[in-house]
């Protein structure tokens, strides 16, 4: 089974390392110029500014999929590398820079002549080497749109915001072409990835409904993929929701209309066994007596001996043929598993699951399966190399990435004793900061604690979402907005 661990990725080009900062340097640019012609968009007219958009997408042009059912084109490097050059020389630092939003856009008009004919001769050069691969219209749309992929970080209780996010984004139309989740950004992500066009208040009908005991109880069960945990999180009103057919199939992640993968941390079996018996398990008699509360809180100070890449590594759930037919519910259970606190395991009926992570964790020499944020907390470079893999649903390679991050520290005396955690996440931002386009921080959240929030609580959660969204909205939908290179130079070709 070719399981889909993060690492480097390996590209079509000689030099997929610097293939892949050159193409992180155009989208920097690319977001620069956006929130500048937000800011002042008379400065530039419609036609350079769409030109300037329509090279930056150009540059970045390295492998497409021309229509639905057909395969992926891989452009010649050395045929872009000319146009990715010369505005990573003449643009980038002005872009970046301190100047102000005018002196940018001014700049890049002087540049706009030069650049479009670069743009127009590199544009007939590739649609005569590649006249059995695509048309223009094919070419223009991979260069001019870019795909809505959503990052949905985890955070227990605090995630329940993600669904007033959804909410804005739905109402204007602005529908995910792929969707990447961890925890609570995995369940939250399995709803509104089941269907592409979602009703929101569907959602928050059903978790109005939720009691403690649909989600977890207290029972222990055998461990067989996850660590011991203080409760078992079996997702059974999750469980009953995602099944189809008379028999109530349960969904795989194949089945979702909008393309999901779940993010979950391996927990390598070696590192694992060396670690002190009393760092895993054998103190559990400690806080046997405390409230639960307590003891929760307890052993979230223990979850810093998680937050360890010699112990943990990401692993993607759907980026490959294999965990696609994942049980969907049961990867988001694995995914929100929280070491030492949360356990899951599949039911005795999730045969193809079971078989399936029995596999991984064999072939990955693993010990347990567990909550995702450990490694990696708001994916976004697991998204921005799945949108290089093709998962999107339009199967473009030029994305636009919002990702969502409700867990980072606060100050706020009632979970003061999270901080330790939220600054170790928050590490882990340094690297996923760089892939994210807009990430939008949710300074209103429930408590993380709160996974079954009276229905009064979601209400606030929900609004917060939204109201923080429509913030972004602007942004969102002018990322969203197809550009072209021009009618003159489109009736060159």
């Given at each position: 089974m070719n399981s889909a661990v993060l690492r480097p990725a390996v590209g079509e080009h000689p030099d997929a390392e610097r293939d892949e900062r050159e193409r992180l340097q155009l989208q920097r640019m690319e977001r620069a110029l956006v929130r500048a012609y937000l800011a002042a968009p008379a400065t530039i007219t419609d036609r350079d500014y769409e030109c300037l958009r329509y090279a930056l997408g150009l540059a970045r042009l390295h492998v497409f999929r021309p229509a639905q059912g057909v395969d992926d084109v891989t452009v010649d490097a050395a045929r872009i590398a000319p146009l990715r050059a010369w505005m990573l020389e003449h643009l980038y630092d002005r872009l970046r820079g301190s100047a102000t939003a005018e002196e940018k856009l001014v700049y890049c008009v002087d540049a706009v002549p030069a650049l479009r004919a670069?743009?127009?001769?590199?544009r007939r050069q590739l649609l005569v080497d590649h006249s059995n691969?695509?048309?223009a219209t094919a070419l223009d749309r991979e260069a001019g749109r870019r795909a809505l992929v959503i990052v949905a970080g985890g955070g227990g209780g605090a995630g329940y915001v993600y669904a007033?996010?959804?909410a804005r984004l739905m109402e204007d139309g602005l529908i995910p072409d792929y969707i990447v989740g961890n925890s609570i950004g995995a369940i939250l992500g399995l709803f509104r990835a089941q269907r592409r066009h979602g009703d929101v208040n569907e959602y928050t009908d059903f978790a109005?409904?939720?009691k403690n005991g649909d989600i977890f109880s207290a029972a222990r069960r055998r461990r067989e993929f996850c660590l011991p945990g203080l409760l078992h999180l079996h997702l059974r009103a999750l469980h009953q929701r995602m099944s189809v057919g008379d028999l109530r199939r349960p969904l795989r992640l194949d089945e979702m209309e909008i393309p999901l993968d779940l993010v979950v941390a391996g927990i390598r079996r070696?590192?694992?066994e060396r670690m002190a018996a009393d760092k895993h398990g054998a103190a559990r008699a400690a806080d046997r007596?405390?409230?639960?509360?307590?003891r929760v809180a307890a052993r979230t100070t223990r979850l810093l001996q998680f937050f360890s890449a010699d112990l943990v590594e990401p692993i993607v759930l759907g980026r490959d043929s294999d965990t696609r037919q994942v049980h969907a519910v049961d990867a988001a259970g694995f995914s929100a598993a929280v070491p030492t606190i949360l356990q899951y395991e599949p039911g005795p009926g999730a045969g193809v699951t079971r078989e399936i992570f029995s596999e991984l964790m064999a072939s990955r020499e693993l010990a347990a399966i567990v909550d995702g944020g450990v490694a990696d907390n708001v994916?976004?470079?697991?998204?921005?190399r799945g949108v290089a893999a093709g998962r999107a649903a339009s199967a473009t390679r030029n994305a636009y990435y919002l990702a969502f991050d409700c867990f980072f520290p606060r100050f706020d005396a009632k979970n003061m004793w999270l901080w330790p955690i939220t600054q170790t996440v928050q590490r882990q931002m340094r690297v996923n900061r760089v892939y994210a386009d807009t990430m939008v921080r949710f300074d209103k959240t429930l408590s993380p604690l709160n996974i079954v929030p009276s229905g009064d609580a979601i209400d606030l959660a929900v609004g917060w979402g939204y109201q923080q969204m429509d913030g972004q909205i602007a942004e969102v939908h002018e990322m969203q907005r197809t550009v072209s290179l021009n009618r003159q130079s489109a009736a060159t070709s």
């Open positions: 670069r743009c127009i001769e590199l691969d695509f048309d007033g996010a959804f109005r409904k939720l070696r590192p694992y007596w405390l409230p639960m509360w307590m994916p976004a470079r697991a998204a921005w």
